[in-house]
């Protein structure tokens, strides 16, 4: 069972950027479709991004444009670069994986916490 643990949130203004870290206790890469979700303050878990065994990714129209995944191999992290915070952004971002496209993401870590201010 691989475990995920994010990290890099934190209290940012609008318009500003955070880059946060999903690093796993493995090679995850070479096994496993990743994805960044979040899930604000009495909402259901959004998808917000997802890196794929070939390198494709894909990510929600919401962030298209200011949120960017992206991995390094030698560390067994992907990141996610997040661009012009917008306040609707604030959530807890996990980072989750699974192993193709018929099976829910899991392996969740603990989460990070997103705040944007106006």
């Known amino acids: 069972q691989v475990q995920l643990v994010e990290s890099g949130g934190g209290l940012v203004q609008a318009g500003g950027s955070l880059r946060l870290s999903c690093a796993a206790s493995?090679?995850?890469?070479?096994?496993?479709?990743v994805a960044w979700f979040r899930q604000a303050p009495g909402k259901e878990r959004e998808f917000v991004a997802e890196?794929?065994?070939?390198?494709?990714?894909g990510v929600a129209d919401s962030v298209k444009g200011r949120f960017t995944i992206s991995t390094d191999n030698a560390k067994n992290t992907v990141y996610l670069q997040m661009n012009n915070l917008k306040p609707e952004d604030t959530a807890v971002y996990y980072c989750?994986?699974?192993?193709?496209?018929?099976?829910?993401?899991?392996?969740w870590g603990q989460g990070t916490q997103v705040s944007v201010s106006s």
């Open positions: 493995g090679r995850i890469l070479s096994t496993y479709i």
């Open positions: 989750g994986v699974r192993k193709n496209v018929l099976e829910a993401f899991g392996s």
């Open positions: 890196l794929s065994r070939n390198g494709n990714s």
